[in-house]
C-alpha cells in the first residue's frame, strides 16, 4: 500500500479531476454521479488547504472559523461511512483490501491504479470492474487524505442495512426514476401533485415530500421528525437538510444529486450558480449539476439526493490555491 500511497501524494487537485473524468464512462450507472458527487464533497484542495493550515501553526478551529466549516468535514473520521450511498458500498471491504495488498509497482497513471484495484477487488468479489471503478478511485483518494496508518486501522464495515443490501442495481435506478402515481386523474391536480424525494436510499423511510415547484429544503421543513442526534447542523423545525438561511447565502443546504437531476429547476447564474463559487462547492455551466443547493432547487418529479456532513465557505482559499 505504501508504493501506492507516493504516487497518489504527487497527483494535484487537476490530475484527480482529469483521471475521475477520464473513468466516468466505464463505470456502471449506478455509481455514475455517486462517484462524482463523492470527489465535490471531499476535495483535496479542501485537504491540502487544512493541512497547509496546519503546517504553518494555525489551530484546526480557528481554520474552521475562518473557512466556515460546519459538520464533519474530515475524511479521517469516516473512512468507512463517507462513501456508503455509492451502490458499490457493498464491496468496501474486498476494495480496500486490494487498495491494502497491492505490492505491485504502481502503474503510471491515476486511471490506470483505479483500474488495477478495481480487477484485484473484483476477482475476490466475483462482481464486473464496472461496479468496482468508481469505488476504486473514491478509496484511493480516501488513501491519500488520512494516511497511510489511518486507513489500514479502519476496520472497514459496510455500512448498510440488510434490506439496502439485498437491492440490485436494477432495483435501485427503477426506484430513482419513478415518479410517484397521482391517482386516476393526477393530471387534475396541476401544481398539487406530490413528489418524493429520497435523502438516503440505504434507509426505508428517508423520505419527505414536496409539492410540485417547490424547493428541497421547503419540502423537507414539512419533515417534523428529529434529526439533529444524527447531525447537530439540523434543527429542530427544519427537518433533515440543514438550513440556515432561504437565500443562497449560507451554503448549509447543499446536496448531491444521485437521480432526477433533470427534475429539479434550473441553476439560476445571480444566485445559486454565483453562490456555489463562492462556498467552493462546484463551478460548472450546467443548468442542472450534481450538486445544488436545496433551498434554490424546485422539484417537478421525485429525486434522490443525499446530504454532505458538512458545509462550509472556501471558495476564495480555493481560487487562491489554483492562482
Not at 463523492?38 to 493550515?53: C, G, M, R, T
Not at 480516501?142 to 489500514?152: I, K, W, Y
Request: glycine letters at 8%; a neutral charge.
Amino acid at each position: 500500500m505504501s508504493g501506492l500511497y507516493v504516487p497518489l501524494c504527487e497527483a494535484t487537485p487537476a490530475d484527480w479531476q482529469r483521471a475521475v473524468a477520464t473513468i466516468a464512462a466505464e463505470i456502471h450507472v449506478i455509481d455514475r454521479n455517486a462517484t462524482r458527487i463523492w470527489f465535490s464533497f471531499y476535495p483535496l484542495d479542501l485537504h491540502l488547504a487544512l493541512d497547509e493550515a496546519r503546517a504553518a501553526g494555525e489551530d484546526e478551529s480557528a481554520t474552521a472559523r475562518r473557512l466556515g466549516l460546519m459538520g464533519t468535514w474530515r475524511l479521517v473520521d469516516q473512512i468507512d461511512s463517507s462513501h456508503r450511498f455509492l451502490y458499490a458500498h457493498r464491496y468496501w471491504p474486498q476494495v480496500k483490501s486490494a487498495i491494502q495488498s497491492f505490492a505491485e509497482t504502481p502503474p503510471a497513471s491515476l486511471p490506470a491504479m483505479f483500474s488495477a484495484v478495481a480487477d484485484a477487488a473484483g476477482r475476490v468479489a466475483r462482481v464486473d470492474r464496472e461496479f468496482l471503478l468508481g469505488m476504486s478511485a473514491v478509496g484511493l483518494m480516501t488513501l491519500r487524505q488520512v494516511g497511510v496508518e489511518a486507513f489500514a486501522a479502519a476496520p472497514g464495515h459496510i455500512h448498510l442495512s440488510d434490506r439496502a443490501r439485498a437491492m440490485s442495481p436494477h432495483q435501485v435506478l427503477r426506484q430513482r426514476a419513478r415518479d410517484d402515481w397521482q391517482g386516476v386523474f393526477g393530471f387534475t391536480r396541476g401544481l398539487k401533485r406530490l413528489w418524493t424525494v429520497t435523502f438516503d436510499e440505504a434507509e426505508a423511510d428517508a423520505r419527505f415530500t414536496v409539492i410540485n415547484d417547490q424547493d428541497l429544503a421547503g419540502g423537507a421543513r414539512n419533515d417534523k421528525r428529529e434529526y439533529r442526534s444524527r447531525d447537530p447542523r439540523c434543527t429542530p423545525d427544519e427537518g433533515p437538510i440543514p438550513v440556515e438561511c432561504r437565500a443562497a447565502s449560507c451554503g448549509t443546504c447543499w446536496v448531491g444529486v444521485l437521480g432526477g437531476a433533470e427534475k429539479l429547476s434550473p441553476v439560476v447564474e445571480r444566485d445559486e450558480a454565483a453562490r456555489m463559487k463562492v462556498f467552493g462547492y462546484i463551478d460548472t455551466t450546467d443548468e442542472r449539476p450534481l450538486i445544488r443547493l436545496a433551498c434554490q432547487a424546485r422539484a417537478t418529479g421525485a429525486v434522490s439526493v443525499v446530504i454532505p456532513p458538512w458545509n462550509g465557505m472556501f471558495g476564495k482559499e480555493l481560487r487562491k490555491r489554483q492562482s
